[in-house]
């Protein structure tokens, strides 16, 4: 009797439980806001600051330590889950600060960042009107807008993750614009495909020659001249060559903005040996196409409105619904036909993801903050900044250029006292090549700042530094440059 009154107790308790919200929205509340207090304080106040670390350098080992990085069977407390928040915070790179040039992206834009946050707290997924209206009608919106930069009166295209996905987009459109039955089919049933693009072009061509199983083999590298731009005349024979061995041309990937040398392919003569041969042309725009902003530099990918380039964007020439076509797979549960709005505003079906993260309200929430104007400014105070970071290198001895940038990336060897007058010493290049990677780890353990190295075609290892964060002035550029003196110097 006793067991079956604390059963039937124990019943009331789980329906009790189950008649009520499983979280306290109060209780998260609070959390979020104190979260976020540590969020603002941590990382956007602290992160911009110059005096404060790029970095806190720790070991795995021991950095694994410090986050307590175990998941238990019981939950934690506000106050521990707090302190989990500020050591996220504490640990990681500050991208945000201004001494932080390793990467194509750098900085904080508030306008954007707060897009993001809305993203995150509506968390919707961007494939049907009825779940994302405001974002289907946004997304399309800055598409048309972008497509105007370009010169297009008409198109399509898509927000991708990112510029790798953009151009696995591009490889695969490509393909079925020239081969339909691939879609139901399958490579089987093609014969041997060819795909062309620069020596210096992203390592994502090579990744969607392989993830498309069209095979690494059959990318044919261009060469590229001094300043890391694709020679067409080479392009001309490397066709005739795939050609030769039965493979067909297909796809021409040109890239505005090479990562490493920030280099931009010859778009019009490019144009014209595609147009001659039939094949697709893609432009990875994905780093460089920041230009079409700037009326002083947007000459950089003259030749624009001929192309199909990646953000994802493609010209009214090619059918409207192609990438519907290509990538459908009608998904009744998602798509029906027979709802009561406009089908064409369900985009999700031209995607080859299914839930897609909303990309585009951070972008439209900083076009409508600063305008057009703004962006252009962006652009053209990167291209200033960027001069003046060359022009007080060249009055430095021990700084070596590797030509002249066309771009916002400066390429450059660091000689240190040691090796200057040696470039004839049979062990000149080794020793050199030891230079990037030593300065490198002493600047990230210090924590002063953090700027990329690598070796390229010929080349030993030379730093890459980036010149894009809205944040940098002059005494940024100066900082930088006694700072690689004063952890190079003694090497």
Request: with cysteine; glycine share 6%.
């Amino acid at each position: 009797y006793i067991t079956t009154l604390a059963y039937k107790s124990d019943l009331r308790t789980k329906q009790q439980h189950l008649n009520e919200p499983l979280l306290d929205h109060r209780a998260g509340q609070r959390f979020l806001t104190e979260a976020f207090k540590v969020i603002l304080e941590e990382v956007l106040c602290k992160g911009i600051d110059v005096n404060e670390k790029v970095c806190e350098w720790h070991e795995p080992e021991e950095l694994a330590t410090l986050l307590d990085l175990e998941l238990r069977e019981n939950g934690e407390q506000q106050h521990q889950l707090l302190q989990r928040v500020r050591d996220v915070a504490k640990y990681s790179v500050k991208t945000n600060h201004p001494r932080f040039f390793n990467q194509l992206f750098a900085g904080v834009d508030y306008h954007a960042l707060t897009g993001r946050f809305l993203t995150e707290a509506l968390n919707t997924s961007q494939y049907t009107y009825e779940v994302a209206p405001v974002f289907v009608l946004m997304e399309d919106e800055v598409l048309s807008k972008l497509r105007s930069l370009v010169g297009w009166a008409q198109g399509d295209g898509i927000f991708c993750p990112g510029g790798t996905v953009s151009n696995m987009y591009a490889m695969n459109l490509a393909r079925y614009r020239a081969f339909p039955e691939v879609k139901l089919k399958g490579q089987r049933a093609l014969p041997r495909l060819a795909v062309f693009t620069s020596q210096e072009s992203h390592y994502s061509v090579m990744k969607a020659a392989a993830f498309q199983g069209i095979g690494t083999e059959n990318v044919f590298k261009v060469k590229v001249d001094d300043r890391g731009c694709m020679i067409t005349d080479d392009l001309s024979e490397k066709i005739e060559l795939a050609k030769s061995q039965g493979a067909v041309p297909f796809l021409v990937h040109a890239t505005s903005g090479t990562t490493v040398r920030g280099a931009f392919d010859p778009l019009e003569p490019i144009a014209d040996i595609c147009d001659r041969q039939g094949l697709w042309m893609h432009v990875d725009a994905a780093w460089g196409g920041s230009v079409l902003f700037s009326k002083e530099h947007r000459h950089l990918m003259r030749g624009v409105e001929r192309w199909e380039p990646g953000l994802f964007l493609i010209s009214s020439p090619f059918p409207q619904d192609l990438l519907k076509r290509c990538h459908s797979a009608d998904a009744t549960y998602l798509f029906q036909q027979d709802k009561f709005y406009d089908m064409s505003l369900d985009t999700g079906d031209k995607s080859i993801q299914c839930g897609r993260k909303v990309d585009c309200l951070k972008l439209w929430l900083m076009w409508k903050a600063v305008g057009s104007q703004g962006l252009e400014e962006r652009v053209d105070r990167a291209f200033a900044h960027t001069r003046y970071l060359v022009e007080k290198m060249k009055k430095r001895e021990g700084f070596q250029l590797i030509g002249k940038p066309e771009f916002v990336n400066v390429c450059f060897w660091f000689i240190p006292a040691s090796l200057r007058g040696k470039e004839n010493s049979p062990d000149y290049q080794d020793r050199l090549s030891k230079v990037a990677p030593v300065i490198k780890e002493r600047m990230i353990k210090q924590g002063t700042m953090m700027v990329g190295y690598q070796p390229q075609g010929g080349r030993v290892n030379f730093f890459r530094m980036i010149v894009i964060s809205p944040q940098l002035s002059y005494k940024d550029m100066t900082f930088f440059l006694d700072e690689i003196e004063r952890l190079g110097n003694n090497l």
